[in-house]
């Protein structure tokens, strides 16, 4: 499957850390603007990118129990700039997006959120899907606990990231799951899903 090239990410941004975990907070309302491919894929390494070299080799933006690496990351376009409204997944070694389905799927998946417009709204949501085996095969029972531990990590890692952006989002939780499950039509579970749009 043919593969789109993500913008190199920036890793010298404008905003200190300090600024971004200090202002940052949820957004459920998002300007009537697009996003551009660059901001879509700073968001997306910022989930599940590559990070630098450690002592087990080539770290990812968020830590992992035994680097298990439960979750896929899907973006679910609807107005980013270069890139045809559906649905991606988020290839982390190659910094790159598969395209997966095409069509707009945020209305649908809005209605899944039991109603949440700002999904509808927003020129795009990351989705977290979760392969919980990866991690139980492991660690048993309690690796669900790191599946749900990690996906904390990410999802914070995704609010700043906007935040540094001056963009917005909001972490959403209330959903049908076999909705989004049979929209998204992948393997695993999905965990949560990231609007994203500008403020």
């Known amino acids: 499957m043919d593969k789109i090239s993500l913008p190199q990410p ?14 940052r907070i949820s957004r459920r309302s998002f300007k009537d603007q697009g996003l551009s491919l660059a901001q879509a894929g700073q968001l997306l390494w910022s989930a599940g990118g590559l990070g630098a070299e450690g002592a087990a080799g080539v770290s990812r933006a968020a830590p992992s ?10 973006l679910a376009a609807g107005k980013v700039e270069g890139l045809a ?10 910094h790159a997006l598969a395209m997966l389905q095409w069509g707009d799927l945020r209305a649908k998946l809005a209605r ?3 109603g949440q417009e700002m999904v509808a709204q927003a020129p795009l949501s990351i989705v977290l899907v979760a392969h919980y085996e990866r991690t139980t095969r492991r660690y048993g029972e309690r690796g669900y606990r790191y599946v749900y531990m990690e996906a904390g990590y990410v999802s ?5 990231q906007a935040e540094a952006l001056q963009l917005g989002t909001v972490a959403v939780g209330a959903f049908d799951d076999a909705a989004v499950k049979e929209i ?9 899903l990231m609007p994203v749009g500008a403020r």
């Open 156 to 160: 914070q890692n995704i609010y700043l």
């Open 85 to 94: 409204p559906g649905l991606y997944h988020y290839v982390h070694r190659a």
């Open 10 to 23: 920036e890793i010298k941004g404008c905003l200190s850390l300090e600024e971004a975990i200090h202002d």
């Open 112 to 114: 899944a959120c039991l």
């Open 184 to 192: 998204l039509a992948v393997e695993g579970a999905p965990l949560l």
């Open 65 to 74: 129990a035994g680097a298990t690496y439960p979750l896929e990351y899907y």
